[in-house]
T-cell receptor, first 111, second 114 residues
Framework: KQEVTQIPAALSVPEGENLVLNCSFT??????LQWFRQDPGKGLTSLLL?????REQTSGRLNASLDKSSGRSTLYIAASQPGDSATYLC??????????FGSGTRLLVRP | GAGVSQSPSNKVTEKGKDVELRCDPI?????LYWYRQRLGQGLEFLIY????????KSGLPSDRFSAERTGESVSTLTIQRTQQEDSAVYLC????????????FGPGTRLTVL
């Protein structure tokens, strides 16, 4: 059974810092891995999707990497801004096409 | 519409009543998913549709939960005889197809069972 873990559970950084969020999964047989952000009281916004055959994806200040063999993914946020404050979720798609979510990292970027 | 829409946005009901939650996926998306997020917990998968059929219902927590999809479009999640533990945000997502495609989420329906 796939299990997804995110570390740290919470993170507080000053504006401008570069930061890394970690995601690990127990079963390497995934179709893809997706990173989302969730703002309080709102739905999920997709940030990046990495297919199982890919190593990384970039969008603006965000870069996500995937290492299937070690069961790890990281989300790198460059030059963080207060508007980046949210909960970040990673989710691995299993062989039956459902997303298995981690419990998230709550990020606070202080002005 | 541009994105996945869900209705109602909020639903308060009394224990024992039935509720219906609706999801309108992005036009042309053949795959549709339901998830729920209970307070302080992570998202958990409920059911997946490919077209109008549901190949994976493994996440439905009990036989009080059912879902259907018609016309490869709108989907309805029905909870019968609601219990307090059903209180959660119910999220719907759609994608162009299963497997390799990105899932896009709606804003969710917040269900409160008194």
């Amino acid at each position: 059974k796939q299990e997804v873990t995110q570390i740290p559970a919470a993170l507080s950084v000053p504006e401008g810092e570069n930061l890394v969020l970690n995601c690990s999964f127990t079963d390497s047989a995934i179709y893809n891995l997706q990173w989302f952000r969730q703002d309080p009281g709102k739905g999920l916004t997709s940030l990046l999707l990495i297919q199982s055959s890919q190593r990384e994806q970039t969008s603006g200040r965000l870069n996500a990497s995937l290492d299937k063999s070690s069961g790890r993914s990281t989300l790198y946020i460059a030059a963080s801004q207060p508007g980046d404050s949210a909960t970040y979720l990673c989710a691995a798609m299993d062989s039956s096409y459902k997303l298995i979510f981690g419990s998230g990292t709550r990020l606070l970027v202080r002005p | 519409g541009a994105g996945v829409s869900q209705s109602p946005s909020n639903k308060v009901t009394e224990k024992g009543k039935d509720v219906e939650l609706r999801c309108d996926p992005i036009s042309g998306h053949t795959a549709l998913y339901w998830y729920r997020q209970r307070l302080g917990q992570g998202l958990e998968f409920l059911i997946y549709f490919q077209g109008n059929s549901a190949p994976d219902k493994s996440g439905l927590p009990s036989d009080r939960f059912s879902a259907e999809r018609t016309g490869e479009s709108v989907s309805t999640l029905t909870i019968q005889r609601t219990q307090q533990e059903d209180s959660a945000v119910y999220l719907c997502a759609s994608s162009r197809g299963a497997g390799y495609n990105e899932q896009f989420f709606g804003p969710g329906t917040r269900l409160t069972v008194l």
